[in-house]
């Protein structure tokens, strides 16, 4: 079973601005789980569209009820991988990331495409699609669910990185002073979190009632 | 923003430098004048690289896009 997400948003910057500051989009106030990155292969292609891999280490913050049941998670962060291309003729910018540790209790899949809005040239599209799975055999559900709801949340701090890193870099971004909406925006993912995770916390609980390690 | 290769931080932010100067400047615009930060990428490769086989990060032979080839829409 898989979950799958899908958000389109406007971005009030013009296409460059969009894809120069995805290179730089790191650290920003949003991306605190992100430890380290790195570019580990890039190409400019004969047709002139720019590939490249990014090797990304996040945190693995897992709540608490996860934590008792799959305590050798811990140890580890999170690696994924982020490959990209970008194609300056069409202007677009596709990217594809997912983990490539932690996979038996969780995958999450992501694809983005950036690209110059059709109403309006100054503006960019960001449209962004998760597919969310677990194999873990009777927790399946929960853990998508928490999946689901830290994707969110981190969906919601990586748009916010990225319009901050616009704002820094060329005096784009929000109308709105960024420290308010960054309140905001941190806000909104706790409450997101709070109110997925408890689902989650529900259907962990329905799932087995007695600790068990055997899934690890 | 730190490398995975705690030793590797500075070239990579030398050639991040390079990189995003490039890349906005000339690549953007069509400018197809060639790469001025090879020598510095390569630097910076042999750095990581060999951090990321210390570290036993699994990302030998990982196909480009990989998982992307059966979604909807790829």
Known sequence: MVKYFFSQTDIKSSWEHVFTAFWQRYPNPFSKHVLTEDVVFREVTPDNTLISRRLLTKTNHLPRWAEKIFPSNLARSVFVIEDSIVDPKNKTLTTFSWNINHTRLLVVEERCVYSMSQEKQAWSLAKREAWISSGVFGFSRAIQEFGLARFKSNQIKATRGLEYALSTLHGDGPSRPLKDSAKEAIEKTKETALATSEKAKNLATVASPHKSNQFV | ?74
Do not use: H
């Open chain 2, 1 to 74: 923003m730190n490398s995975v290769g705690e030793g590797c931080t500075e070239l990579k932010r030398e050639y991040d430098q390079c990189f995003n100067r490039w890349f906005a400047e000339k690549f953007l615009k069509g400018d197809r004048s060639g790469d001025p930060c090879i020598e510095m990428f390569k630097s910076y490769q042999q750095c990581v690289q060999k951090a990321i086989k210390d570290k036993d990060i699994p990302i030998e032979g990982v196909e480009f896009m990989g998982p992307n080839k059966e979604k909807p829409g790829s």
